[in-house]
DNA sequence: CCCTGTGTACCGACTGGTTGGTACAGATGA
DNA sequence: TCATCTGTACCAACCAGTCGGTACACAGGG
């Protein structure tokens, strides 16, 4: 059921686990920047070093790899992104806020916009093709959103920004900004329009914010 | 050009237009919602009523048919939601814009998100594995993307809006957080996400604006 | 008025290559 | 010996694109 990974005492072969990870990490870097259905089986197992069967010892599908994929690109959010702004209890909320932002721009200049947003670029393709995908990306965005939301909430609670914000309208707002923004770099292939729109909505921001 | 059903001197074998017109037709609909890779040939066959031969006469290929596509999405686009608030020289440029934000906004009602932006899907899908289709794909979004520019210049000299406003950064920042918000409606499949940020939009604007 | 030649529009069977997925035999370690 | 891994050969379905052929409108020459 669980990946019971606490458990676990090393007894499997010790490539159990890095077989599953290599294919992991192959995959999800060819669709990241190929797409989900432009990437084939056989491109991830060149990539990977492992043969078919081996491939579909550790994944029943292709489906099934993609979801260990997106579980994959979540956590890596969670913790490199998206964490380490909202975690830090001495900064006020829209300081977080404008330092996800900042990260955000970050980790699109160090691929220079290349592949775009891992997510956002997975509903694009796939939330109007294949349910299962859909549902599982809406959770994710309404993991993200959610923490803007609250940040928001707690800005207002301590009088950082005032009434007229509505905390979850905001959030939205940001969230597709910041896809739109990444969506825009990728096309133009150019950093300086994430830079733009980051800036624009650093500007937005201070709209709510009181006695700047 | 126009139909020709009114002139008609069935010339040309009468359906000579009209099929080409059939596959276009039904191939923009089905791109539309199933993506480019993912919408096959046969696929479009069937729904047009056309036979595999009769296609290659008209398009060189598939890829030929996915430009004739993208110029027909464009027209539309132009035609349908860009001109129209633009063309009014009575209008003031912010109202102008104002006007193109909610289009976009009913345009989205109408399908209630589904499908998102054709354009927007057609980025996501392939500017990073197509680079015939990305640089068209630029080229439209630069169109786009003047056309505010040239409204929030017209907007700084008529003074409707402040120095701090700059054409260039804001005209990036309404495109992506339009495609952003597009994005987030689709996988949401929640019209009230996309009001919400068009809302927002509208505030930033005000931001700029001398004299509310 | 017929015969022949030509260009346009169209059809559907077929092809060669690719795809996701399976079968199975061999390896490895407890 | 048994369960866990892994490589290889294979398969049916599917894909874009090709090919040989049909139907027909329209010329022009006799």
Redesign the pocket.
């Known amino acids: 059921m669980t990946t019971t990974k606490t458990i676990e005492p090393a007894?499997?072969?010790r490539?159990?686990r890095s077989?599953r990870e290599a294919i992991l990490a192959a995959a999800t870097r060819l669709i990241h920047v190929h797409g989900y259905?432009h990437?084939?089986?056989?491109?991830i197992l060149r990539e990977s070093?492992?043969?078919?069967?081996?491939?579909?010892?550790?994944f029943k599908?292709?489906?099934d790899l993609g979801y260990a994929i997106l579980d994959e690109i979540v956590a890596a959010f969670l913790q490199r992104t998206l964490d380490p702004c909202f975690s830090d209890p001495t900064a006020r909320p829209l300081a977080q806020i404008r330092c996800f932002l900042d990260r955000v721009l970050e980790s699109q200049r160090a691929r220079n916009g290349v592949g775009g947003c891992p997510l956002g670029n997975l509903v694009a393709e796939l939330s109007d093709v294949h349910e299962g995908f859909r549902r599982r990306l809406a959770g994710v965005f309404g993991i993200w959103q959610t923490r803007l939301t609250d940040a928001l909430e707690a800005a207002r609670r301590c009088g950082q920004v005032g009434d007229a914000c509505r905390p979850d309208a905001v959030a939205h707002f940001l969230v597709a900004s910041l896809e739109g923004a990444i969506l825009l770099t990728k096309l133009t292939k150019d950093i300086s329009v994430m830079e733009q729109c980051v800036a624009e909505l650093g500007r937005y921001l201070s709209l709510y914010e009181v006695g700047v």
């Not at 043969?51 to 010892?57: I, L």
């Open positions: 007894a499997k072969t490539d159990g077989t259905n990437t084939t089986l056989d491109d070093g492992v043969g078919k069967g081996n491939f579909y010892y550790h599908s292709k489906e």
